[in-house]
């Protein structure tokens, strides 16, 4: 079974910054994405980055402040973020998509104050 563990969020003033981590257990041969999503109250769950093997994408509207990175030999995935604006707070969600279908983890709140 496959587990994703989250850690990190919180809150932060304006400009701040804030580091996510993501570590992921169990059986895994293939990796087809592993990133971030977030979920804005009210609003659809969208992507804010994620690495494949054709690369690196990010939201436009984190372009250039936040910063993912892996770790393949231990499964983990850390999102920089730098810069931070109130409307980049939300859920923050871990996923590994694998190709029978995607794992989610238990989210983590990020709260950025003006």
């Known amino acids: 079974q496959v587990q994703l563990v989250e850690s990190g969020g919180g809150l932060v003033q304006a400009g701040g910054s804030l580091r996510l981590s993501c570590a992921a257990s169990?059986?895994?041969?293939?990796?087809?994405?592993m990133g971030w999503f977030r979920q804005a109250p009210g609003k659809q769950r969208e992507l804010v980055a994620a690495?494949?093997?054709?690369?690196?994408n990010y939201a436009d509207s984190v372009k250039g402040r936040f910063t993912i990175s892996r770790d393949y030999l231990k499964k983990t995935v850390h999102l920089q973020m730098n810069s931070l604006k109130p409307e980049d707070t939300a859920v923050y969600y871990c996923?590994?998509?694998?190709?029978?279908?995607?794992?989610w983890g238990q989210g983590t709140q990020v709260t950025v104050s003006s």
């Open positions: 996923n590994l998509q694998v190709p029978s279908g995607d794992y």
């Open positions: 690495m494949t093997k054709d690369g690196t």
């Open positions: 169990g059986i895994i041969f293939i990796i087809n994405r």
